[in-house]
């Protein structure tokens, strides 16, 4: 239940953009808020971004506002994070988690499944 495979990570500078992926696979019934969160090295977990299922509405944390979108196919199969004016701050561990409650949350408690997560790195 509830497998998840991120992809696209990769090293960029400053100012570029990644695109990354995440394969959604035994979702549990009923779960309707996806999210990204990333860890940078040293650093606890940090919220990121979530997508409403239902009907593709983002939510973004402050720091990746305007700047990043979550987005989903319509299949539902696959949830995405474009990420355009990359800055060093920017650099992690991206994972994708859902949330097991039924609304937006940041904390990662919040969510129960994981995959296994992509690096970015962002660096001149």
């Known amino acids: 239940q509830g497998q998840f495979v991120e992809s696209g990570g990769d090293s960029v500078e400053p100012g570029g953009s990644l695109r990354l992926s995440c394969e959604v696979s035994?979702?549990?019934?009923?779960?309707?808020?996806m999210s990204w969160f990333r860890q940078a090295p040293g650093k606890s977990r940090e919220y990121v971004a979530t997508i409403l299922r239902d009907s593709g509405w983002g939510y973004y944390s402050a720091s990746v506002r305007d700047r990043f979108t979550i987005s989903q196919d319509n299949a539902k199969r696959m949830v995405y994070l474009q990420m355009d004016n990359l800055k060093p701050e920017d650099t992690g561990m991206y994972y994708c988690?859902?949330?097991?409650?039924?609304?937006?949350?940041?904390?990662?408690?919040?969510?129960?499944?994981w995959g296994q997560g992509t690096q970015v790195t962002v660096s001149s």
């Open positions: 035994g979702l549990p019934a009923g779960r309707r808020f």
């Open positions: 988690a859902v949330a097991h409650v039924d609304y937006s949350s940041s904390q990662s408690a919040d969510h129960d499944y």
